[in-house]
């Protein structure tokens, strides 16, 4: 037990995806146990491969990880204006918090009319293709924003891979209090986020709606999501939650 916690330890905010040497290296284990290892915490959905053959935190641990309080607490006291915000507007709602250079979607809530998106309950998408993850990271350190100009992908065609371009859009999100995307984390999609602030002025989460792109004025959405976020807000204690 003590190895495979070993292997699970090697995963930091700034390390969230590993190959199977580095997990070795970092848990000090052989090749050949780490192997073995890896290969049961995945079977159990510890661990998850990625495309390009690293290692990511899977999707197990975040499921056992909501069953803490302060888990419990930020989606108990969200669930209830989401799904009246998923009512109001027909569109895919989402609550996503930040977990090392992405944004860890917490719930979903799919409206009447919504597009097929991306994103999935216990999923992690990158911070600089979603509007979620715009609003995460204007409100980061300097230090976890300069990890993330590091690693800027091309999801889509669309997506902001300039680190000159993304900072400047995270400087509007901050002064305007809100984020859009267009098409940067999935084609014919385009999404609207804010932050969710709570205690001392602390963003503590994310909320966003994702919508068709063919539709219309966007922004007109901002208002509920506002009173929606600010709703969520109110019922967070600060004693209870904070950003990891």
């Known amino acids: 037990m003590s190895r495979a916690l070993a292997i ?36 159990w959905g510890g661990l998850t491969r990625r495309a390009d053959g690293a290692y990511e935190i899977g999707r197990k641990l975040w499921q056992l990880g909501t069953l803490a309080r302060v888990s419990r607490s930020l989606r108990d ?17 989402h609550l996503a918090v930040r977990d090392g250079l992405r944004a860890l979607y917490v719930d979903r809530i799919s409206g009447s009319s919504a597009v097929r998106v991306a ?25 976890v924003r300069l990890a993330a100009f590091g690693q800027l992908t091309r999801v889509t065609r669309y997506s902001v891979v300039d680190p000159g ?3 400047r859009e995270l400087h509007q999100v901050r002064r305007l209090g809100y984020a859009r995307t267009a098409e940067e984390m999935t084609l014919g999609t385009c999404s609207l986020a804010v932050p969710v602030v ?47």
């Open 8 to 43: 699970l330890s090697a995963f930091d905010e700034e390390r969230n995806a590993r190959t199977l040497t580095q997990l070795s290296v970092a848990a000090g284990l052989p090749l050949s146990t780490t192997h073995r290892l890896v290969a049961e915490l995945e079977a």
């Open 77 to 93: 006291v969200a669930l209830p204006l989401m799904q009246d915000l998923s009512a109001a507007t027909g569109e895919n709602v």
């Open 119 to 143: 994103s999935r309950q216990g999923g992690r998408l990158p911070l600089h293709a979603t509007a979620v993850g715009k609003v995460l990271l204007a409100s980061s350190s300097d230090d």
């Open 165 to 167: 371009r993304l900072g």
């Open 198 to 244: 709570a205690g001392d002025e602390e963003v503590v989460a994310a909320l966003g709606v994702v919508v068709a792109s063919n539709r219309r004025n966007l922004i007109r959405l901002l208002p509920a999501l506002q009173i929606a976020a600010a709703g969520i807000g109110r019922g967070l204690s600060p004693t209870l939650y904070s950003v990891q």
